[in-house]
């Protein structure tokens, strides 16, 4: 269960935190530069690396989600917004005014930029190679750990439930019909389920704890996480980046 | 020479008024091939993480007399220090699976990178595992993908890659069908010839009869007999519902109705054919 494309891209090979400081710098510079040019700038550099990655279709589902969201805001603020002076157009009795939809087109390109710039992190990246990167910079292994199973944990519990979903249907536990029956039938279906997670949580701890996993030895890696020019230079440009969008702020 | 040695332990589990275990005493030579065998709630599983620290460490409660493992006091030992000495596997085979790990390769390698081993021994390790425990046609499946039997070998391999002087395997084959319970023993019975001492926990009185050298019966949190398999089958268990192993019960059988009295029995399909043919007429 992890949103990871399996590509030969140069954007998979790049390290898990130079992809982390991507994000950083596209969600910041857009914020301390609020003009539409940069916001629009920072999305275009963001669905070129995507489609570097060769990952940039698997991200139009996501804008496919937010677009009824982002419609909303350019109704909102180009009909409401309290700056409105010069009118753009009309639909009936609906006024758009440009001070709203501009900076409608300022938020949605700010969103597209952040939604693309995790989704490059997500969609180029492994979990556990992410997660790895993390706990070598000094992330506590027991977070580690829960993000990491997490995704594969879910699963198996999803799995649990059916098992005991079908134990009580045998036993007569009606589960389809009227959306009122349904309801009915979650009710005796919370405690055997509760008490399964328990149980095998209880058991997984103890599970780990053979394997050393809470030892007070520094942790090793069978991964070894390679570091290619690419990423210190990218590293340096996301910083710049930041450090640019700051300066013109104060001094513009 | 004795690797394991409990004197007097006494375990009882919070909010419990029995004792878990009870008095405990016995001791274990390096490479014994050990069954321990009772009925349900006899014990068993605690004195199983009582050997590997589990039992103060993990579930706390009255502890009292000592256990010592390869010159260790375990409830003077972290159990992380322990499971390099002491291996274990449980009974349900989904729970032994971290969850962390996408493939089988990195599964194993996992017990590995806690203890900080250097790369290059976790890979040497994580391959012998794999070769012993004949893993390497799913070596980079999803644990998650297995049957159960091929689940319950990845954990065991897990734990040797950590090599372990004792492996524990509590109940391991209860939950996995007639090819799984062979695959988990085909690879215990390769582990014992290995060196390795072994305790296994089973119903599965033939299996256990065929390779332990001695057999632990445990009743009520203690231990009633600790013999071999031709002895301790032999013992009238009135008041404890153990099985013996099937052939143990033809010879007995026959045993009864010609008035024989012995201090050993066969406990393999072999022995017992011998014993019948010698008895025979």
Known sequence: ?252 | MSIIKAEALRYKYPMQDELALDHLSFSIDKGEFIGIIGENGAGKSTLCQALNGLVPHFHKGAYGGTVTVAGKTVHETSVGELSTIVGMVFENPVVQITGAKLTVYEEIAFGLENLGLPRSTIIERVDEAIELLNLAEVRDKSPFALSGGQMQRVAIAGMIAMRPEIMIFDEPTSQLDPQGATEVFEAIETLSRNGVTVLVVSHQMERLARHADRIMLMHGGRLVAFDTPERLFAMDFSGISVRRPVYTEIVRTVQKAGGISAETVPVTLEGAAEWLVKHRG
């Open chain 1, 1 to 252: 269960m992890s949103l990871y494309v399996d590509r030969p891209s140069v954007i998979h090979r790049l390290d898990p935190l130079t992809k982390l400081c991507y994000i950083a710098a596209a969600v910041t510079v857009p914020f301390i530069c609020p003009v539409k040019s940069v916001a629009l700038l920072v999305a275009a550099v963001t669905y070129i690396l995507l489609a570097a990655g060769r990952v940039v279709t698997k991200v139009l589902p996501l804008l496919g989600f937010v677009a009824p969201v982002l419609l909303s805001i350019f109704i909102i603020q180009g009909m409401f917004m309290p700056d409105n002076h010069a009118l753009v157009f009309r639909i009936g009795p609906l006024y758009f005014y440009k001070e709203g939809l501009s900076y409608a087109a300022l938020l949605s390109l700010r969103v597209i930029g952040i939604l693309g710039a995790f989704s490059l992190l997500v969609l180029t990246t492994k979990p556990s190679d992410l997660i790895q990167a993390l706990m070598e910079k000094g992330l506590p292994p027991e977070i580690g750990y829960v993000l990491n199973a997490v995704l594969q944990i879910i699963p198996q519990m999803a799995n649990a439930l059916q098992r005991i979903t079908d134990a009580q249907r045998a036993r007569g536990l009606e589960t389809d019909g009227r959306l009122l029956d349904r309801i009915k039938a979650f009710f005796p279906l919370i405690g055997p389920v509760v008490m399964n997670a328990f149980v095998e949580t209880k058991d997984r701890a103890m599970a780990l704890e053979v394997r050393a996993f809470n030892s007070k030895t520094k942790r090793t890696f069978l991964h070894v996480r390679k570091k290619h020019p690419a990423d210190v230079a990218l590293r340096i440009m996301c910083l710049a980046a930041i450090i640019l969008a700051v300066v013109w702020r104060l001094v513009g």
